[in-house]
């Protein structure tokens, strides 16, 4: 399985940008990344995936690069309740392995 | 659209106890995941089933876990007998499964359970 690097938490002010990075340089070129948040006592919510392209839903923006070998997932305007482990994985198959993560931290 | 239920929320059993844990998946969605979550680890897969049949159990710890999935639609995930390092979150996963990796899963809250 391609394997992915996480800081392991990070730190972001409520109302700003959170900027979550991904290393994942021996993805395989039909890999998905995909991004899950954990917040406590509850079960993942998916966030975002992709393959190749940058990706913009409701919640969030997924930035790939060209390169496929990292990646970036971005809350626009992160409040209190984005606090959370983030998950970025990289799918292989039909299941997903999950990492540690980055745990978020969002202060006000 | 509904989310993927699981009861019981919590369970707290003795060593060598029998459990079971019960999962309705979205409707709709031919793929079901069970998932094992010890506290402060990601969660760690422990079977896999497209409609009624298992996909993938390599991870399924057979000489105690056993799972199933009737008529490819509710699924039970059973404990017995339990033992102490058991206790994790016991989490639900679903996804359509008709575009293979682009259909992504969506989780219920899970059984948390406590083997005492």
């Known amino acids: 399985d391609a394997k992915t690097t996480q800081p392991p938490s990070m730190d972001c002010a409520e109302g700003r940008a959170a900027n979550l990075p991904c290393n994942h340089s021996?993805?395989?070129?039909?890999?998905?990344v995909y991004w899950y948040r954990q917040i406590h006592s509850q079960g993942p919510q998916y966030i975002i995936h992709g393959l190749k392209n940058n990706e913009t839903n409701e919640m969030a923006s997924l930035i790939i690069t060209e390169d496929r070998k990292s990646s970036t997932l971005i809350l626009p305007h992160a409040t209190l309740r984005d606090t959370a482990v983030y998950y970025c994985?990289?799918?292989?198959?039909?299941?997903?392995?999950f990492g540690g993560g980055t745990r978020l931290m969002v202060k006000p | 659209e509904a989310g993927v239920a699981q009861s019981p929320r919590y369970k707290i059993i003795e060593k060598r106890q029998s459990v079971a844990f019960w999962c309705n998946p979205i409707?709709?969605?031919?793929?079901l995941y069970w998932y094992q979550q010890i506290l402060g680890q990601g969660p760690k897969l422990l079977i896999q089933?497209?409609?009624?049949?298992?996909?993938?159990d390599s991870q399924l710890p057979k000489d105690r876990f056993s799972a199933e999935r009737l008529k490819g639609v509710d699924s039970t995930l059973k404990i017995q007998p339990a033992k102490l390092e058991d206790s994790a979150v016991y989490l639900c996963?679903?996804?359509?499964?008709?575009?293979?990796?682009?259909?992504?899963?969506?989780f219920g809250n899970g059984t948390r359970l406590t083997v005492t």
């Open positions: 996963a679903s996804s359509l499964g008709d575009r293979g990796q682009n259909s992504p899963l969506h």
């Open positions: 994985i990289v799918r292989k198959g039909n299941m997903l392995t």
């Open positions: 409707s709709g969605h031919a793929t």
């Open positions: 089933f497209q409609n009624n049949g298992v996909v993938d």
């Open positions: 021996t993805i395989s070129g039909n890999e998905y």
